[in-house]
């Protein structure tokens, strides 16, 4: 069985330490234990990658090759190539997929990226 490299986009790092130091702000503990549980879910994908959903938004828009795994409240997004498994996004499920890309355009647009 392929073991693909998961790589971590720089927009994926930034939410990924988003979210760790936010909730590291009240338990250090409980940051560190969510940074190990999302990278081994991350991780879990690179011998199946396809096992991960097809996204639902993108979906309709028949965009069907980014996947993503939900690790609640948290989505995993990524897109798998021959050789790599590349993190895209991570971000709280409770929010709209279409308004963190739209932030990720606008800050893409101010040259934050």
Known sequence: MKRLRVVWA?????????????????????????????????????????????????ARLHIRHYRELVVAPYRLLCRATSRELLMVAVYDARRSLEDVLLERLIRIGEGEE
């Open 10 to 58: 720089r927009a994926a790092k930034r939410d990924l330490e988003g979210i760790v130091s936010y909730v590291a702000a009240d338990s250090p503990q409980a940051g560190l234990a969510l940074l190990d549980k999302l990278e081994a879910r991350a991780k879990s994908l690179r011998t199946m990658a396809d096992r991960g959903r097809v996204v639902p938004e993108l």
